[in-house]
């Protein structure tokens, strides 16, 4: 064990060290943890767009999934927040992890029986119940197992794992369609990968983050909001990524491409689904071994407005090539939004609040990721899935231009440092949280 302080083997010092996360063994564990249980979500999402596909033919199907897993989250998120503040994150999220287990296995069951829609919808209600609780509290867990120094690159690392596995889970999925020709055995994997999360989130010693110890009222249940509110460069950074993925959500559309536009198949769909995530994973690994942004503000705006470009010639292409080059283009581009976001909340947040800013958080984004899975199959039953695109894509740029007209503070965002008194967020009050060194390795 080295001394508390000291820096670990191989590891850059006063230089940009890109492997910095990796070398403590707590957030090791949660990066496995993590990939795995994406692996399984990945597959699944897969799975239940195909299946419906399939069995209904219809686009506002697909987007009734979107739908029934973002009501729960909106409505429970905010208390979800609350709670994680006040109680053992690590305890909320194995509970949360075993309803998704539950559902998992409920799908599993309805698969191989064809049971009726209702019940897939109301597992997938479930799902996102269980998520509404879930990402709250495990967005505390890697502030438990790395220092504030290492963030940016523990939210790289932490992007480039979810993308690997949005990479291989479509790819697997989609030959074990084509295979067996039933989607049974990949939720009954999803509910696998669950229950390895479980064992190594009980290997996590890291440390304890402060809780909360305002009374549960209304008001503390709001604070979260008013956090976001203030911070401007936050709430620029959420409004960007919210509304880009509401308006650009192509991938929701990908069956309908590969069956009807570009008649590539399942296998076909497969490689889409993978698409966007090779050119995160790409553009995680870049980030990682690139210097901290210098105009981190500037750099975002720029790769939101060419995630609307990219999705514009991805609704207007006929050639399948030409298709998953944009989709990995998406990828790309979309991933310098997450890191920065991720960055941001990871920084500029107190720890006794990391709860109810996560739950805000997770609202924009299942709005942005759900609702725009819904959006893209309401849409594209009214005016045709081509159409429903390149709209969302025109929407998208809209949106850009709109924040920054409307945030300054994100035009001007340098890096991605914590403010300080010398260095004060010009748009709004902050907090600083004197954290103590984590020593790598085993604790």
Same mark, same amino acid.
Not at 1 to 13: D, V, W, Y
Not at 19 to 30: G, Q
Not at 294 to 307: I, P, Q, W, Y
Not at 316 to 319: E, F
């Given at each position: 064990?080295?001394?508390?302080?000291?820096?670990?083997?191989?590891?850059?010092?006063?230089g940009?060290d890109p492997?910095?996360?990796?070398?403590?063994?707590?957030?090791?564990?949660?990066l496995?943890?993590?990939?795995?249980?994406?692996?399984?979500?990945?597959?699944?999402?897969?799975?239940?767009?195909?299946?419906?596909?399939l069995?209904?033919?219809?686009?506002?199907?697909?987007?009734?999934?979107?739908?029934?897993q973002?009501?729960?989250?909106?409505?429970?998120?905010?208390?979800a927040?609350?709670?994680?503040?006040?109680?053992?994150?690590?305890?909320?999220?194995?509970?949360a992890?075993?309803?998704?287990?539950?559902?998992?296995?409920?799908?599993?069951?309805?698969?191989?029986?064809?049971?009726?829609?209702?019940?897939?919808?109301?597992?997938?209600?479930?799902?996102?119940?269980?998520?509404?609780?879930?990402?709250?509290?495990?967005?505390?867990?890697?502030?438990?197992?790395?220092?504030?120094?290492?963030?940016?690159?523990a939210?790289?690392?932490?992007?480039s794992?979810?993308?690997?596995a949005?990479?291989?889970?479509p790819?697997?999925?989609?030959?074990?369609?084509?295979w067996?020709?039933?989607?049974?055995?990949?939720y009954?994997?999803?509910?696998?990968a669950?229950?390895?999360?479980l064992?190594?989130?009980?290997?996590?010693r890291g440390?304890?983050?402060a809780l909360?110890?305002?009374?549960?009222t209304?008001?503390?249940?709001a604070?979260?909001?008013?956090?976001?509110?203030?911070?401007?460069?936050?709430?620029?950074?959420?409004?960007?990524?919210?509304?880009?993925?509401?308006?650009?959500?192509?991938?929701?559309?990908?069956?309908?491409?590969?069956?009807?536009?570009? &008649?590539?198949?399942?296998?076909?769909?497969?490689?889409?689904r993978?698409?966007?995530?090779?050119?995160?994973?790409?553009?995680?690994?870049?980030?990682?071994?690139?210097?901290?942004f210098?105009?981190?503000?500037?750099?975002?705006?720029?790769?939101?407005?060419?995630?609307g470009?990219?999705?514009?010639?991805?609704g207007?292409?006929?050639?399948f090539?030409?298709?998953?080059l944009?989709?990995?283009?998406?990828?790309?581009?979309?991933?310098?939004?997450?890191?920065?976001?991720?960055?941001l909340?990871?920084?500029?947040?107190?720890?006794?609040?990391?709860?109810?800013?996560?739950?805000?958080?997770?609202?924009?984004?299942?709005?942005?990721?759900e609702?725009?899975?819904?959006?893209?199959?309401?849409?594209?039953?009214?005016?045709?899935?081509?159409?429903?695109?390149?709209?969302?894509?025109?929407?998208?740029?809209l949106?850009v231009l709109?924040?920054?007209?409307?945030?300054?503070?994100m035009?001007?965002? &340098?890096?991605?440092?914590?403010?300080?008194?010398?260095?004060?967020?010009?748009?709004?009050?902050?907090?600083?949280?004197?954290?103590?060194?984590?020593?790598?390795?085993?604790r």
């Open positions: 064990m080295l001394k508390r302080g000291a820096a670990p083997g191989n590891m850059s010092i006063g940009h492997y910095a996360a990796l070398r403590y063994r707590d957030f090791r564990y949660l496995i943890g993590r990939f795995v249980t994406s692996l399984g979500e990945q597959m699944l999402s897969f799975a239940i767009a195909w299946e419906l596909w069995r209904t033919g219809s686009t506002l199907a697909l987007g009734l999934v979107g739908l029934a973002v009501i729960p989250i909106v409505v429970f998120s905010l208390p927040g609350h709670i994680a503040d006040h109680h053992n994150r690590k305890r909320i999220v194995m509970i992890q075993v309803l998704l287990m539950v559902c998992s296995l409920s799908l599993a069951l309805l698969s191989y029986i064809e049971g009726p829609l209702s019940l897939i919808y109301l597992s997938l209600f479930g799902i996102g119940l269980a998520r509404s609780f879930y990402t709250p509290a495990t967005s505390t867990l890697l502030p438990q197992t790395v220092p504030p120094s290492v963030f940016t690159s939210a790289t690392w932490s992007s794992a979810w993308q690997l949005a990479i291989i889970g790819a697997i999925a989609g030959v074990v369609v084509a067996l020709n039933v989607v049974t055995e990949i009954l994997f999803d509910a696998l669950g229950l390895t999360f064992v190594l989130v009980t290997q996590i440390r304890e983050l909360s110890h305002t009374a549960a209304l008001d503390s249940l604070e979260g909001l008013r956090f976001i509110r203030d911070t401007k460069v936050i709430l620029a950074a959420i409004t960007l990524d919210m509304f880009a993925v509401l308006f650009g959500g192509a991938v929701a559309l990908l069956p309908v491409y590969a069956t009807d536009i570009l &008649k590539v198949g399942s296998e076909g769909l497969g490689i889409m993978a698409a966007p995530s090779i050119g995160a994973l790409v553009m995680a690994i870049s980030l990682a071994h690139l210097p901290p210098r105009h981190a503000g500037r750099t975002l705006l720029m790769a939101v407005f060419g995630f470009v990219a999705t514009i010639v991805f207007l292409s006929k050639t090539w030409l298709s998953v944009m989709l990995f283009a998406l990828g790309a581009l979309d991933n310098i939004s997450v890191v920065i976001r991720a960055t909340m990871l920084t500029y947040t107190p720890d006794e609040m990391r709860g109810r800013t996560s739950s805000v958080n997770s609202i924009f984004i299942s709005a942005s990721n609702l725009g899975y819904f959006e893209s199959g309401a849409v594209s039953a009214l005016i045709g899935p081509v159409l429903a695109v390149v709209s969302g894509g025109i929407g998208t740029l949106v709109s924040v920054a007209l409307a945030w300054p503070a035009r001007n965002l &340098k890096t991605l440092d914590a403010p300080s008194s010398d260095k004060p967020d010009t748009s709004t009050e902050t907090f600083v949280v004197a954290v103590p060194d984590i020593v790598p390795g085993d």
